[in-house]
């Protein structure tokens, strides 16, 4: 058993003494058996969460209203939740009303996936009412009962589907895959962000590109920004020799196959709701991937960039097919006399001092100096610049 188990096992004791059952649930059951990392253990109790408060000393408080406290134990947090079922689906998203129930087949029950309603108790016994352990051989991705009515209780779960395919490199049960092609439309109910993060998950796992054939079959493309309408040119991802290995280059490769203008990125990043950051990281990259299948780009461009945005261009080729030469493109970053305006030996007071009046052409004639050094056609000290500047005002 993994660490991450052995560890958890006082915690089960501790409950089973206190007169409660306790189980390993979920995900990490089925990681466990599937041999994946396992980053984190989740218990279900039939124990109510006050009174998983008072059998542990430190305890957070963490969504009492649906059952989990997270308990500290030795170092580490484990989060605990009452046995439980939902109910009053309301606009085919997660219920807020929880009913706590006795007995763990309950709580099996609302469990999406045959694979993710397994569990485990404390003596290492598994607990299978729907045949996970049989779709873990057969490498299935099936709902728990009747698919249809588990999408209309959370349209979520569709793109939960095409997520674990992807992740644990799975086939979608027949059944549950016609569900989701008669049911996408439902996916319109959830929160763009709750599918950004489902879909990222699924665009980085390692069967991305077979899920994401799936998700175009079944129509739940046709669901989420930007994405109406381009079967097409979403059709060449999962045909594609390699895939993306980052997020902004998931995002990116998108935007690429999309041919969405360099204007309208911030548009369709936003679209998906996506932070700043990720926009902004986006955004350099396609621009410098669009440069460099132009044309060789020069050493100012080299300079404009940075190493992570070279790396991601270089990989986007790779996985496009497109012939560059990453390895010289690299190296001759790595030999830029300068890598940022900050290592440039002068600054703008120094051209101030030198007799050049504020205002915008102090901006202008710097980025001179930086071309012309990263260009070596200067060496990056006061000296040659003085003499390149006095050139210029000649
Ligand atoms: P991951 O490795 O991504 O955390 P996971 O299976 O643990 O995978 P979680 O989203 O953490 O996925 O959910 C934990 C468990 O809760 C799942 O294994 C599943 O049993 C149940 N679950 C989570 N979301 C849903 C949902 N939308 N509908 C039904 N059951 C769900
Ligand atoms: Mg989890």
Redesign the pocket.
Known sequence: LPDVFINALPVLRKINEAGFEAYF????V??LLLN?H???V?IATSAYPMEVKEIFDRTIDTGIKHGTVTILFENNSYEITTFRT?SGYQDFR?PDHVTFVQNLSED?K????T???LAMDVDGNLIDHFDGLKDLDLKLIKA?GKAEN?FH??A??MM?AV??MS?LQFKLEDQTQKAIADNHELLSKISVERIRDEFV?MGLGKGSQAAFQVFLDTKLSEQVPCFKGKKDALSIFPKLNFAPTTEANLWALMIILLKIPTNKIARFMRKWKNSNAMERQVAEIVEFFDLVSAQDPTNFDLFNSNLKTIASTIDLAHILGQPINGQALIDRYEALPIKNAQELAIDGSFLLKNGIPAGPRIGEILTDIKKAVTEGKIDNDEAQISQFLLELNN
Not at 25 to 28: R, S
Not at 110 to 113: G, H, N
């Open positions: 649930v979920g995900g990490c089925r990681d994946r396992i980053h984190d989740d939902e997660r099996l609302r469990r999406d996936f694979i993710n309603a728990v588990r209780e959370d979520l779960r939960r997520r674990f992740q998950k």
